[in-house]
């Protein structure tokens, strides 16, 4: 089970009826496998307008939908994120990035003395791009994805904080007006080998677009597309952050310095979290 948002939605509208009482929603989650059916059971009865949109809710959540996707939003860095059906949703681990990329933009403003440039690349719902909009604020943003679902869902998140959402294939989805300026670029690339997908809960290999997983026999197709591209759209002391697992973080580190990018890695044990930073030389080589 991934982090669970906090019942902040607004009451229910009338008290549901006993079928729908909160000891049947709970013993209907747990029926279906869910870990934390109490949890889930308080959050359903919280968003629930109606007894019939309960139901309706207690049956996805059932058949295997996210949890996220079912109540319409996920808790991330402390925001409310808007997930549609369908939509990759965000993960608690990914919190540890954005850290990253906050403190990188900070530095960014202090050195450059305007608002940071920054990029999220395959975006999925926008939860990256709206998190740093917030924290960096003012800042100019851009996020894309390829996936036609996850762009209307970023536009939801992150067109109301004043970023830009673009539809297509990693860089072709850019303006490109933005070579050689991006301060910022996360890049939430997916990185389950091949193999492995099969291998994920049911709930994200069904219910989540396969290309926000699925990350080639090695699991570092994509992070060495954007690797390779990633110097020609970076600003002369810009980075590039990846979040990738702990067994492929050195492969993914040579992958960097190839391209000319000076990495590191940066890991939280808490949140069992691994992401690797390039750094495009100041001078701009």
Do not use: K
């Amino acid at each position: 089970m991934r982090s669970h948002p906090s019942p902040l939605s607004p009451p229910l509208a009338a008290p549901l009826a006993a079928p729908h009482s909160r000891s049947t929603v709970i013993s209907a989650l747990r029926a279906a496998g869910c870990v934390f059916a109490e949890d889930e059971a308080e959050l359903l009865l919280s968003t629930a307008r109606t007894a019939d949109e309960l139901a309706a809710m207690v049956e996805r959540r059932v058949i295997g939908l996210p949890l996220e996707q079912v109540v319409g939003w996920a808790e991330f860095c402390g925001l409310r994120v808007t997930v549609d059906p369908g939509v990759f949703v965000p993960r608690r681990r990914t919190e540890f990035l954005v850290g990253q990329a906050v403190g990188l933009g900070r530095r960014a403003a202090d050195r450059t003395g305007r608002p940071p440039v920054v990029v999220d690349l395959c975006c999925g719902s926008g939860a990256v791009g709206a998190v740093l909009a917030a924290a960096l604020d003012p800042v100019e943003l851009y996020a894309a994805d390829i996936e036609p679902a996850a762009v209307r869902c970023a536009r939801r998140n992150v067109t109301p904080a004043g970023g830009e959402v673009h539809e297509g294939d990693l860089f072709d989805a850019l303006p490109t007006g933005l070579r050689g300026r991006i301060d910022v670029l996360v890049a939430n690339v997916p990185y389950v080998p091949s193999e492995e997908v099969g291998l994920l809960p049911p709930e994200a290999r069904e219910y989540e677009p396969l290309v926000a997983l699925d990350g080639g026999a090695d699991g570092l197709d994509v992070l060495r597309r954007v690797t390779a591209a990633a110097p020609r759209w970076l600003a002369p002391g810009g980075h590039l952050l990846v979040e990738t697992s702990e067994r492929q973080a050195q492969r993914a580190v040579e992958a960097f310095a190839r391209e000319g990018l000076l990495p590191r890695v940066a890991e939280s044990e808490e949140l069992y979290a691994t992401v690797i930073i390039g750094a495009r030389p100041a001078d701009g080589r």
